[in-house]
């Protein structure tokens, strides 16, 4: 973003996170590590809240938003320090953390008062919640129904041009893809088969070459 690449690093030590979660800033000009202001005992990056950042990075109105996971699959430290934390891409300043006892796995932000995580319950057992970036308040806590039922694992959420939510459930029963209307936060189209277990979604814009 703006010339800067921005890496989150988990730190973990046998599957669980054993130091503070760091996000590295590099200048793509120079190849060259920014410091940030914001590390500790000599490290140049932004020192973060929550522990064992999973998924992806997604950026927002001149912010980065964080997703903690902590333990999950293979237990949680306790109290657990998941939750989402968001860094000014220009001051590195971080915000406050949101459900910082959550393990969230993914989120996506839609607009200054609408997001979504992926709250990890357990193995095969997440849901999707809607939240407002903007004061942290959590409004909705099981999206569409899609989740709590102990079948359904929600790898990524991701949004697409029209700011619909596509869901990616790698359940062992029917996994596939659902696509969410963000604006009634019901679902549009799905279960779309994948037969095999989506992970991660990405859209990508071509070039009219013709």
């Known amino acids: 973003v703006n010339g800067k690449l921005f890496i989150a690093m988990q730190r973990l030590c046998n599957w669980l996170p054993s130091q503070d979660a760091y996000i590295a800033v590099f200048d793509t ?113 099981n999206i569409a129904g899609i989740g709590n039922s102990n079948d359904r694992n929600i790898n990524d959420i991701t949004k697409d041009k029209d700011n619909m939510l596509w869901v990616s459930d790698a359940s062992l029963i029917k996994p596939g893809i659902y696509i969410v209307d963000t604006s009634t936060d019901t679902i549009q189209e799905g279960p779309i088969s994948t037969d095999l277990n989506p992970s991660e979604i990405t859209f990508c814009e071509r070039d009219n070459l013709l």
């Open 29 to 141: 000009n120079t190849n060259n590590e920014i410091n940030t202001g914001m590390g500790a005992n000599g490290l140049k990056g932004i020192r973060l809240d929550v522990r064992n950042p999973f998924g992806k990075i997604k950026y927002y109105n001149g912010r980065i938003y964080i997703a903690g996971a902590d333990g999950t699959l293979f237990g949680a430290n306790n109290p657990i320090q998941g939750g989402i934390q968001s860094v000014d891409i220009t001051t590195y300043a971080k915000s406050s953390v949101i459900a910082p006892t959550t393990q969230i796995t993914a989120l996506e932000i839609i607009s200054d008062t609408k997001g979504y995580f992926v709250k990890y319950n357990a193995w095969g057992n997440n849901s999707i919640v809607s939240f407002n970036p903007s004061t942290w308040a959590i409004s909705n806590v």
